[in-house]
């Protein structure tokens, strides 16, 4: 069985057409689960935000369609616990997470989940669809490398995916989890994205590089892409908590040393002594999970990007 994740806040009726496209994609060839998670909580409300009908539509959608499901994430808004809370709640093998507001091009993930069933030992990591920024476009994107090291920086930016190839999937350093999928081997792995994680933002950078410091790959599958609706969502996310993201990843990936280069660096821009009290916050709650990653990791964050560049 495929598990397909997706985390909604106020993404009716797309929400609705990502579920469907889905289905319609694996049919009766695949033996496969939707998870939907809502993720409005008081978060959301104290933005002054009102909740649409995509939670009400989508719950009564799936007691009539077997292999939907919806849950509901409200402890905090949190993209990255929502995702967690899914796959908890499930036992399948593979997972595939997408957001809930994409339509995957015709075939592109049967036919990447049936060659990554096949393959995903030799690939011994993860593999992903190019990605459209917006629904009618056609431009194909990846993820490209950003390595800085005098900054303590390891970030990704968009860019081009190959137009022709004559393998079925190539390498890359980087890609986005909208259109992962991975075996629950890896997701355990890792550890799960940490639970740290707040709104957005950090939650690539930890998937990305920690599985490459602990020597696993990341792959582009050569089809069509995954449609994408490049929108503003149904919620705000703020400066600081993203910056706080962006810390748990660097120190989770990088270590100590690692993580005291970036915050370094950003102490140069406003509010930059607050950005030490965040690290010191995160070396105290996230030291299992990096004890974790430490015991498993087989080279360094520098090691490994210096392969890139």
């Excluded at 004559?166 to 890609?175: N, R, S, T």
């Excluded at 909208?178 to 998937?207: A, H, Q, S």
Aim: some cysteine; hydrophobic content about 35%; glycine content about 8%.
């Amino acid at each position: 069985m495929v598990g397909y994740n997706s985390v909604c806040v106020n993404e009716y009726p797309l929400i609705c057409s990502t579920i469907r496209s889905i289905g319609e994609e694996l049919g009766n060839d695949v033996d496969f689960e939707v998870i939907a998670v809502d993720n409005w909580c008081k978060e959301v409300a104290d933005q002054g935000q009102k909740p649409d009908r995509g939670h009400t539509m989508v719950e009564s959608m799936a007691k009539t369609i077997p292999w939907l499901r919806v849950l509901k994430y409200e402890s905090k808004l949190s993209h990255w616990q929502a995702k967690n809370l899914a796959v908890q709640d499930s036992n399948s093998p593979f997972l595939f997470f997408c957001d809930a507001h994409v339509l995957p091009a015709r075939d592109a993930i049967y036919e990447m989940f049936q060659y990554y069933k096949a393959c995903f030992d030799e690939l011994d990591g993860t593999i992903h669809l190019p990605l459209t920024y917006h629904l009618l476009e056609e431009k194909r994107l990846i993820y490209s490398l950003r390595y800085r090291p005098e900054k303590g920086e390891v970030h990704y930016t968009f860019a081009a995916a190959r137009t022709s190839m004559p393998m079925k999937c190539y390498e890359v350093p980087c890609m986005s989890s909208c259109g992962m999928l991975m075996t629950r081997e890896l997701y355990d792995l890792v550890g799960g994205w940490p639970k740290e994680l707040g709104i957005y933002g950090g939650g690539e950078n930890f998937i990305n590089f920690v599985l490459s410091v602990l020597g696993k790959r990341k792959w582009i599958f050569g089809s069509r892409p995954l449609y994408h609706h490049g929108e503003k969502r149904g919620y705000k996310w703020n400066f600081w908590d993203y910056e706080r993201n962006r810390i748990i990843a660097t120190y989770l990936f990088g270590g100590v040393e690692f993580a005291t280069r970036f915050v370094e660096y950003r102490e140069k821009m406003p509010g930059g002594n607050k950005k030490w009290r965040i690290l010191d916050d995160v070396l105290d709650t996230c030291k299992e999970h990096r004890a974790l990653i430490k015991r498993r990791q087989v080279l360094t964050i520098d090691e490994w990007a210096k392969r890139w560049i």
